[in-house]
Structures are given as C-alpha cells and as structure tokens.
T-cell receptor, first 111, second 115 residues
Framework: DAGVIQSPRHEVTEMGQEVTLRCKLI?????LFWYRQTMMRGLELLIY????????DSGMPEDRFSAKMPNASFSTLKIQPSEPRDSAVYFC?????????FGQGTRLTVV | AQSVTQPDIHITVSEGASLELRCNYS??????LFWYVQSPGQGLQLLLK??????LVQGIKGFEAEFKRSQSSFNLRKPSVHWSDAAEYFC?????????????FGTGTKLQVIP
C-alpha cells in the first residue's frame, strides 16, 4: 500500500478563493482525521470520521471549513473563502486500530 | 476527555548522549499511547506504540518508551542520540470518545543535536 496520499503537496492561493485539499486513505482503514499544523498552535485536530460519518468536528475553526467523505477511501477538506490566517500545513491520517498513519501534508499559503 | 502534556518545548543534547522526552497523559482508563517523529517538511512517522502488556516498548531507530500508570507517563528514551535524530517528537493518546477511537497529540518537543 502506498500509504495515505494527500494532494496537492503545495497550494498557493489568493485570499477569498476556494481551496480543496484531498486525501486518500489506506485501504481497509475506517477512521480518517484532518489536522492543521502551525508554528503558533501546533498540531490541531480539525475533524475525524469513522466509517465515513463525521464523529467530532469541534476543531473546525469556522463555517468556512467543511470536510466530506464521499466514500470509504477518499476525503476532502474545503475552505471557502480562504483567508491568510488559514495558511498552515494540513495533514490527514487514517487508522483502523488507533494507530494513525499520516500523509505527507499539504502546505497551504493564502496571500 | 483525554489530553497529553509534553512539558519540554525544546531540548538540546550532544551527539552520543542519552535522551529522555517527557509525556504525561490524562485519561480515565488505560489508553493507547504513541510516540511520533516529524522531520522538517515531512509527515509524522510512528516510532512506537503501547496498547497493553509489557510496559517497556521498543520502537524503531533505537527508541524505547515506558508506560508508568502510577505517574500517567509515557516517556521516550534513547541511550545514544545520533545527529539524524534531530526532529520534532509528538506523544499521542488514543482513547475511546463517544464510542469511537480518537487520537490526541501533545504540542511536541523539538530536539536539537549538537556535535
């Protein structure tokens, strides 16, 4: 298995634009986590899914952020509209037994 | 709800010296415990994990960690640090939350290795 795959690896966008981050889970994993990492706030859990169902989205910063799992192997995190303070590295991770496997991350820069 | 505390934000050690990174957790029952390492520009890689059984667990790259229930700790150790160990280290706890497995990370400890 190629592991958790995130795309794009880097994204630069202008303030106000819509941004979509993508994540492909490891086959057979049933939990999916989205994290955001910044120097100021460290690693923050945004949302996690179990069996495609959002379980806890209390970490999502505001309504501009939304996440979906259209099927068991794929997830998207959307920011609309984007703001400069959204600049961060976004990680997704998948799990089946509690051990989280991380993707390489998407470095988002909003200018 | 579970939580993780890594009291040391930054640690500097000399190459060849021993290392101990501290981690304390809060959870009502026995949690799953993990240590991850993150090199610059990379994702997080699992070093080791504790689910049950022997409280001293061995991981990759010569790391080990000991689960101490009485102290709610899961400290990471390495007898002799190599320059390539310079990275950020995260302790994490996995526990049931609302019936589902949730992983909570500490704020991380940055390790600097000097010659």
């Amino acid at each position: 298995d190629a592991g958790v795959i995130q795309s794009p690896r880097h994204e630069v966008t202008e303030m106000g634009q819509e941004v979509t981050l993508r994540c492909k889970l490891i086959s057979g994993h049933n939990s999916l986590f989205w994290y955001r990492q910044t120097m100021m706030r460290g690693l923050e859990l945004l949302i996690y899914f179990n069996n495609n169902v959002p379980i806890d989205d209390s970490g999502m910063p505001e309504d501009r952020f939304s996440a979906k799992m259209p099927n068991a192997s794929f997830s998207t995190l959307k920011i609309q509209p984007s703001e400069p303070r959204d600049s961060a590295v976004y990680f997704c991770a998948s799990s089946t037994t509690g051990e989280a496997f991380f993707g390489q991350g998407t470095r988002l820069t909003v200018v | 709800a579970q939580s993780v505390t890594q009291p040391d934000i930054h640690i500097t050690v000399s190459e060849g010296a021993s290392l101990e990174l501290r981690c304390n957790y809060s959870y009502g029952a026995t949690p799953y415990l993990f240590w991850y390492v993150q090199s610059p520009g990379q994702g997080l890689q699992l070093l080791l994990k504790y689910f049950s059984g022997d409280t001293l667990v061995q991981g990759i790259k010569g790391f080990e960690a000991e689960f101490k229930r009485s102290q709610s700790s899961f400290n990471l150790r390495k007898p002799s640090v190599h320059w390539s160990d310079a990275a950020e280290y995260f302790c994490a706890v996995g526990a049931k939350s609302g019936g589902y497995q949730k992983v909570t990370f500490g704020t991380g400890t940055k390790l600097q290795v000097i010659p």
